[in-house]
């Protein structure tokens, strides 16, 4: 199923509905199945976005003269 261009939110609501549809145990394994393969694919839009919005964010902060580092926890991230 190809996801149309959702805003970050609206892709994040969308997921946080399947994930709950999911937990609750009330659609099919079949549904489940189909809503899981939606899911991933909100999960890499989201991702898309937060690189993209990163990317913008280090442009503008390089232009100001500032450098970033990543912090915090980040799941797949490389190390700077």
Known sequence: MEQEKLTFEEAL??????VSQ?????????????KYAEGVALIKQCRSILESAEKKIQLLAKDQGMALEVSGELEDAPEP
């Open 13 to 18: 609501g969308r997921l946080e509905k399947i």
């Open 22 to 34: 999911i937990e609750t145990g009330k659609v099919s394994l079949d549904q489940s199945i189909e």
